[in-house]
């Protein structure tokens, strides 16, 4: 007789056993230390920490370990953590004019004050696979210099006092946080750009590639990118003044864009912004081309009809946790659905049969 | 493990779902939007429902699992496993003992009664969503009562296919007011929805939660000449007999042989615990 598959438990258990095991991989070659993944996989870790909201390298070292590299499941890992931390405040706005930068490039002015810093860059890499590294990966020490005392202005902070470039408005009222508030549209460009910034980096990117390409069309210059530290200062209502609690590393892209201006209003340069944890350009440039496709409205842009330009597409399907959680649902057992679609599908043929045997029938008599 | 707070989340977490499920519970079928929270476990896979039990669960609950019906389905296994480990609450597959019950796709059999919850895994919560893939559009659509689409929908089935195309996740009309969709259970099942328990949906990466609070009046949507049919496999359970529980097919030869079996493992176990016997028993 047959017996409905049972020991459920057990077959998990076996399963993470076995999960465990294949993570480790051949005993004989050396385990990973974290500090091996913080050092030499930075950009993963950056990645890791970007998507995942929270900024902790070790953290997401032990993340890409335990994934076994699968860089979305280690974002998820990261998210499941956080959203377990007491909240204790919030950080007063980060001063990225302030940036010790490592790298800092403006496409639209061949020089200006703080310079062109093209800092450690793939950039003008030849893309060969460079063998020496599978043997011996010993690198001589890069040349240094002093690094700039002065703050690094920014790029757009020239054109604004020109009057070429729009200014934001300015707002002290305290953004909405998407991870203690429901999603709901408009949303407002604070809540698009918090969601942007954890947003999967491939889907930015073709988002942002898909406007390069005509769907919504706007030309972005970047305008400055930089790459650098930034002390991130607390508030602590005991002392009543803000203390700097830590640095980390961010990339800001800003892009400047073609506007022609409005009735109202004289021609005037427009902007996209992109702010990621880490190093993370690629990201942060998408970012900003998005931001700004999605600023049509405020803007008076026609609506094209582009995915890019479309709020709620772009918010609801960015999150790279919710869409592989649901895409992955569907590996769970839904034979009591499929089940009741079975019914219905043998209902509907046996109907039809019917149908056409009557018909037979008919026209043979 | 101490590490974490009772069931998981933290009490502030907690007090912000609680909020939302009484809201839902005052208003019948709306929608709440809820600041969802990343569990351990990944969207899709009931994490709304694992959120509704931890603000629900108390140490002296009694907790079961379903997926499908069945107790020891992996993912039922899987979060009845958090709440051991999270909650400590003891757990039961036995409906009747059970003072929380989590379901995946099936409202169990036996009748529930006025001292259970019935909390359900929500994939979709917006019942016109694929009508209307907006979220801004469909919310417009319930404020203003306005369901011409899924009527004319229903319509659409009957004069394609003779029979309104949809066999699970059947729309229902909660209190003469909010069009709901009662997750993916077999329209086999809707007819239940009218019950003693409080039923509590929730939808973790759509952060939203509704619920149908005890003796609310459910309603199936359909026509006066095409009226609701909530059908079955026209089979009796193989393992116990019955002939008015849901069944699961089972391919069981290679020669494409079948089986119908209930899908609610507790209800064919107690039947056959109390000596009911299938054709398959009958066979051995």
């Known amino acids: ?365 | 493990m101490s590490d974490y707070n009772f069931a998981y989340l933290d009490e502030q977490t907690k007090r912000m779902i609680r909020r939302a499920i009484l809201k839902g519970l005052a208003v019948p079928g709306y929608q709440v939007p809820f600041a969802s929270r990343e569990m351990p476990m990944p969207y899709g896979w009931g994490t709304g429902g694992v959120q509704v039990s931890a603000a629900v669960l108390t140490p002296q609950d009694r907790f079961k699992v379903i997926d499908q019906g069945a107790d020891d389905t992996t993912n039922a296994v899987s979060i009845r496993k958090f709440f051991e480990r999270t909650a400590g609450v003891d757990t039961t597959e036995d409906t009747r003992c059970a003072s929380v019950i989590q379901t995946r796709h099936r409202i169990p059999e036996a009748p529930l009664s006025a001292d259970q919850i019935l909390v359900y895994q929500v994939p979709i919560p917006e019942p016109l969503r694929f009508l209307e893939p907006r979220e801004t559009e469909t919310r417009k659509m319930h404020s203003l009562q306005e369901y011409g689409l899924m009527h004319v929908k229903l319509y659409e089935d009957i004069s394609r296919h003779g029979a309104i195309a949809t066999s699970y996740a059947y729309p229902v009309q909660v209190a003469d007011r909010y069009v709901m969709d009662p997750s993916p259970i077999p329209k086999f099942d809707n007819p239940k929805l009218d019950m003693a328990a409080i039923q509590l949906f929730g939808a973790g990466r759509e952060q939203r939660i509704y619920a149908v609070p005890p003796h609310t009046k459910v309603v199936s949507l359909d026509f006066d000449d095409y009226p609701f049919d909530p059908s079955k496999a026209d089979h009796a359970c193989a393992l116990c007999g019955a002939d008015d529980s849901y069944l699961d097919e089972v391919i069981v030869d290679d020669a494409g042989g079948r089986m119908f079996m209930c899908s609610d493992t507790d209800y064919c176990r107690t039947r056959r615990d109390a000596g009911h016997v299938g054709t398959a028993e009958e066979a051995a």
């Open chain 1, 1 to 365: 007789m047959y017996v409905a598959v049972k020991g459920g438990e057990r077959a998990i258990d076996n399963a993470h056993a076995w999960l465990a095991e294949e993570r480790r991989g051949d005993r004989d070659v050396a385990e990973l230390s974290l500090a091996q993944i913080r050092e030499q996989l930075t950009l993963a870790v950056n990645r890791v920490m970007a998507e995942g909201s929270l900024y902790d390298p070790d953290l997401a070292a032990l993340a890409i370990k335990q994934s076994r590299g699968d860089l979305i499941e280690a974002i998820f890992l990261m998210r499941a953590y956080r959203t377990t931390l007491p909240r204790f405040g919030y950080s007063a706005p980060v001063q990225t004019a302030d940036m010790a930068c490592d790298r800092r490039i403006s496409a639209t002015f061949k020089d200006a004050p703080g310079g062109q810093v093209l800092g450690p860059t793939f950039d003008y890499t030849h893309r060969l696979l460079d063998f020496k590294l599978a043997a011996d990966g010993d690198v001589p020490d890069a040349p240094a210099a002093p690094p700039r005392a002065e703050p690094t202005p920014h790029i757009a902070s020239f054109l604004r006092d020109e009057g070429l470039l729009q200014d934001e408005p300015l707002s002290d009222a305290d953004p909405v946080d998407i991870t203690r508030t429901p999603m709901s549209y408009p949303a407002g460009r604070a809540v698009r750009l918090q969601s942007l910034t954890r947003g999967d980096e491939g889907f930015i990117l073709g988002m942002a590639y898909s406007t390069q390409r005509g769907y919504a069309r706007n030309h972005a210059f970047v305008g400055e990118l930089r790459i650098g530290k930034v002390d991130v200062a607390l508030e602590i209502p005991e002392l009543g003044f803000a203390i700097d609690i830590g640095e980390i590393e961010l990339t800001e892209c800003e892009t400047v864009n073609q506007f022609t201006g409005s009735k109202t209003q004289p021609p005037q340069f427009t902007r996209g912004y992109g702010l990621v944890f880490g190093q993370s350009e690629r990201k942060a440039i998408a970012m900003a081309l998005v931001d700004r496709a999605l600023r049509w409205k405020e803007l008076g842009e026609d609506d094209l009809g582009a995915a890019a330009q479309d709020e709620e597409f772009i918010l609801s399907h960015s999150d790279n946790i919710q869409a592989t959680g649901f895409l992955e649902h569907i590996k769970l057992p839904h034979y009591v659905d499929f089940q009741s679609e079975l019914e219905l599908v043998r209902k509907l043929r046996r109907e039809a049969e019917d149908t056409v045997a009557t018909q037979v029938q008919e026209a043979a008599e």
